[in-house]
């Protein structure tokens, strides 16, 4: 189940490029607005509280801070969950660190439009509520810590300066047929991996801020610094995580180099 990934600050351009990527590929086309009913339905939480964290440019300076992780989280649960389900095209601002870890996700960049500084804006089905042009890279940078606009960071970049939206489709589509995009036993695996890690992830993020969770083969492995200063905290949540289904074993690690080696 191929993903194409489609990431950009102009919004409308990269809706239009995705809208024409996943009809002539027969994908759905999933968005922020899907997104945001899907991770209010799975998290028992408003659409608009939801819709107003990937809007808010403060996150890391609020006095709510967990509170909006924890709705970040949901969302990027709410991402991989579709993707688990069924082949697709994704357009918005989301998911990064979903994306780098899946081979048969193609990651596409779109840049800029030679019409005005922010593109054609105020396209008839453009999303609603959300942020625009350069708060998208504000956004992005405050989550993910990385620059939107690296081209590094991607298996392609369309350049709008330099070909139209059609032109941009046929160049994805062109290039999701290479085989390294097919979806293979351990790239299947790995996005497995990362959605229970995230289910994980979102149980614990509101107490815990600075949680990092993985996944392998049923094993979850958990860092947080409160574990070092609590060895209670560590001992429940663990005996929180064993409960919930998918998970056979749980590592509760206190350090974070530790960690990152696993």
Same mark, same amino acid.
């Given at each position: 189940m191929s993903t194409v990934a489609i990431l950009s600050k102009y919004l409308n351009e990269s809706r239009e490029i995705a809208e024409q990527?996943?009809?002539?590929?027969?994908?759905?086309?999933?968005?922020?607005?899907?997104?945001?009913?899907?991770a209010a339905k799975e998290g028992n939480v408003s659409e608009s509280e939801l819709s107003k964290v990937l809007?808010?440019?403060?996150?890391?300076?609020?006095?709510?801070?967990?509170?909006?992780?924890? %709705?970040?989280?949901?969302?990027? =649960?709410?991402?991989?969950?579709?993707? /688990? &389900?069924?082949?697709?095209?994704?357009c918005?601002?989301?998911?990064?660190?979903?994306?780098?870890?899946?081979s048969h996700v193609l990651q596409v960049l779109v840049l800029g439009h030679p019409e005005e500084d922010g593109g054609?804006?105020?396209?008839?089905?453009?999303?609603?509520?959300?942020?625009?042009?350069?708060?998208?890279?504000?956004?992005?940078k405050k989550i993910y810590n990385v620059d939107m606009e690296n081209p590094n960071l991607y298996?392609?970049?369309?350049?709008?300066?330099?070909?139209?939206?059609?032109?941009?489709?046929?160049?994805?589509?062109?290039?999701?047929k290479q085989k390294r995009f097919a979806?293979?036993?351990?790239?299947?695996?790995?996005?497995?991996?990362?959605?229970?890690? %995230?289910?994980?992830?979102?149980? =614990?993020?509101?107490?815990?801020?600075? /949680? &990092?969770?993985k996944s392998h083969d049923a094993t979850v492995y958990v860092y947080s610094g409160a574990f070092k200063r609590n060895r209670k905290k560590a001992a429940d949540t663990k005996q929180l995580i064993m409960w919930m289904n998918?998970?056979?074993y749980v590592e509760i690690l206190n350090d974070l180099k530790s960690f990152q080696s696993v």
């Open positions: 990527t996943a009809f002539k590929l027969g994908y759905p086309l999933v968005t922020m607005t899907d997104l945001v009913k899907a809007t808010d440019i403060t996150l890391y300076h609020h006095l709510f801070r967990k509170r909006k992780m924890k %709705l970040v989280s949901l969302l990027e =649960l709410a991402l991989c969950n579709f993707m /688990v &389900e069924k082949e697709m095209v994704f918005g601002y989301l998911g990064f660190p979903i994306f780098q870890e899946i054609k804006t105020g396209r008839q089905g453009a999303e609603k509520n959300l942020l625009s042009d350069d708060k998208v890279l504000k956004w992005f298996d392609l970049s369309i350049n709008l300066w330099h070909m139209d939206e059609s032109e941009g489709t046929d160049i994805i589509i062109n290039t999701l979806p293979m036993t351990y790239s299947r695996k790995v996005m497995k991996d990362i959605q229970l890690a %995230l289910r994980v992830k979102t149980k =614990l993020i509101e107490k815990m801020p600075d /949680v &990092e969770v998918g998970v056979d």
